[in-house]
């Protein structure tokens, strides 16, 4: 098994363990620290994508900035653990609803990997593995200029999310 | 190389667990934290196809989506404060004003 392989299996279990201790468990404080782990862990899957730009900017912009405000809020409102189901084995999983939601994602999960497992290489054109996706300048260019247009929504976007946060969370008198 | 199929599996994956949190959890943080999870996995699959179809717009739309993810965390934990505020809980369920 070469590097890369043992690599990206090491890294897929990490994200995939970290993200069920994020829901699997009722601390809210343990799920934001493990979903930072998750997040790292998909920024090494990155660089092996031959994407560095993003793998960085997963780690400063998720991991570094929107966890950090999940953590300022979940400190914050010192909020108290979940309330435990019914009693049992299948109460830890919660009340009826909870459960069957449960087994409908399972179903879901199933499905996506049933589908994308016939998924071949020819749906998505030529395997252009030659080609170097790494290139920050190729990103800036394309970026700058094909996206343009969704670059400038977007900082309307930032700008229109920054007002309404700062009115929703306001203290009315 | 790792085969594409590979990528979008674990992408699946985490989606669904991403799903089950939604279910599973009542708290509203992490519920946010799971659509955070279901985000990610959307990521990957853009960057895995980009990668293998050799263009980089699968990194651009992956930055827009960081941008939106980073706006829905900011007016969503500005909601969860507000409603934690009138109802000192967080609990979804403490939420029924809207039901019928």
């Known amino acids: 098994m070469d590097v890369n392989a043992l690599a990206f299996y090491v890294f897929a279990a990490i994200t995939i363990l970290a993200s069920l201790g994020v ?8 799920s934001v620290m493990l979903l930072i782990t998750s997040f790292g862990a998909l920024a090494g899957l990155y660089v092996l994508l031959d994407a560095p730009f993003t793998a960085v900017t997963q780690i400063i912009i998720y991991a570094g900035a929107i966890m950090v405000l999940f953590l300022f809020v979940v400190m914050l409102l010192n909020v108290p653990r979940e309330e435990p189901g019914l009693p049992g084995v299948l109460g830890a999983l919660g009340t009826r609803g909870m459960q069957i939601g449960a087994v409908l994602s399972l179903v879901l999960g199933i499905e996506i990997v049933w589908a994308l497992s016939r998924v071949g290489l020819g749906w998505f054109g030529q395997d252009a593995a ?8 190729l990103i800036g260019k394309s970026l700058f200029t094909r996206h343009a247009f969704a670059f400038e929504a977007t900082s309307i976007l930032i700008l229109v999310a920054m007002v309404g946060a700062v009115v929703i969370a306001r203290r009315e008198r | ?16 667990i991403g799903t089950a949190g939604i279910f599973l959890r009542r708290n509203l943080i992490t519920m946010l934290l799971s659509v955070e999870i279901m985000l990610n996995a959307v990521n990957l699959t853009f960057v895995a196809v980009g990668r293998y179809r050799g263009t980089v717009d699968g990194q ?3 930055f827009f989506v960081m941008t939106v ?7 969503g934990l500005a909601l969860v404060i507000s409603l934690f505020r009138h109802r000192e809980t967080l609990s979804p369920d403490a939420f029924t004003a809207l039901k019928w």
Request: aromatic share 10%; hydrophobic share 55%.
């Open chain 1, 130 to 137: 030659a080609t170097s996706v790494s290139s920050v300048t």
């Open chain 2, 1 to 16: 190389m790792i085969p594409l199929n590979y990528y979008l599996i674990l992408s699946g994956i985490l989606f669904a």
């Open chain 2, 60 to 62: 651009i739309i992956t």
């Open chain 1, 23 to 30: 829901v699997g468990q009722r601390n809210p404080m343990y």
């Open chain 2, 69 to 75: 993810a980073a706006a829905e965390a900011a007016v």
